[in-house]
Each structure stands twice: as structure tokens, then as C-alpha cells.
């Protein structure tokens, strides 16, 4: 007849055989997820347009297109951000025609332009 206690042993044995495994696979995951910071924030250094910017942009996406060859009004992707810039600022001040382009760029601080011509220049 086998014994409580033996059959305890036998387990915590085969629980200690288990750990150096167990901890191997939790150091191969910290250290990918380390390699995926790493790369992540690596990525978004070289990016100077900020999150901000990809967001404020989708709202001009519903129109303008996300790409090169979307179907839509004027293309924005690609162009220079100054020249993107100024356009905007027309529409704030009253310069171009009143219209739906004159509500938007009303809605923006300088900054949300700022960053929204930034993403936008760096699109292709």
C-alpha cells in the first residue's frame, strides 16, 4: 500500500524537475517582450509625427483618402507639411471660401494642425 507521504515526494520531485524549465520559458518571454519594446519604441522614434496626428487624420480620411490612390477630393498624403500647413491656416482665417474645409480647420488648435500636417507630409 502506497503512502501519503510517498506519493508527495514523488510529486515535489517531479515539481523541482520542473522548475528550471518553467523558468527558462518565463526568461524567453520577458526577453522577447524586451525585443518588442525595444523595436516598438525604436519605431516611434523615428517617427516624428505623433499618435495625435494619425488620429486627427482619420477624420480627413472619410474624404481625402488614406493613400496615393484613393478616390476623393484632393490627395494630402505626401505633400509638404508647411505647404499643407498654410492651406489650413486659410481656412481658419476666413481666406478661402466658406465651406464644410472652414468648419474643420476651425475646430483645430495650432498644435492639432501642427501634428496633423506632420503625419500627413510623412504618408505615402
Not at 515539481?15 to 518571454?29: D, H, K, Y
Not at 525585443?35 to 474624404?63: D, E, K
Not at 491656416?89 to 481666406?95: E, L, N, T
Request: hydrophobic share 35%.
Amino acid at each position: 500500500m502506497e503512502r501519503y507521504s510517498d506519493r508527495s515526494t514523488e510529486m515535489s520531485s517531479s515539481i523541482r524537475g520542473a522548475w528550471p524549465r518553467l523558468l527558462r520559458s518565463i526568461e524567453v518571454a520577458f526577453g522577447a517582450m524586451g525585443i518588442l519594446l525595444a523595436v516598438s519604441s525604436a519605431s516611434l522614434a523615428q517617427g516624428a509625427a505623433s499618435p495625435t496626428g494619425r488620429l486627427l487624420a482619420s477624420n480627413c480620411a472619410q474624404c481625402h483618402g488614406t493613400t496615393d490612390a484613393a478616390p476623393g477630393f484632393d490627395r494630402l498624403t505626401g505633400k509638404a507639411a508647411s505647404k499643407l500647413l498654410r492651406k489650413l491656416h486659410k481656412y481658419q482665417s476666413g481666406a478661402e471660401e466658406e465651406g464644410i474645409m472652414t468648419r474643420h480647420a476651425m475646430g483645430y488648435t495650432e498644435q492639432q494642425l501642427r501634428d496633423l500636417v506632420q503625419w500627413l507630409s510623412q504618408q505615402r
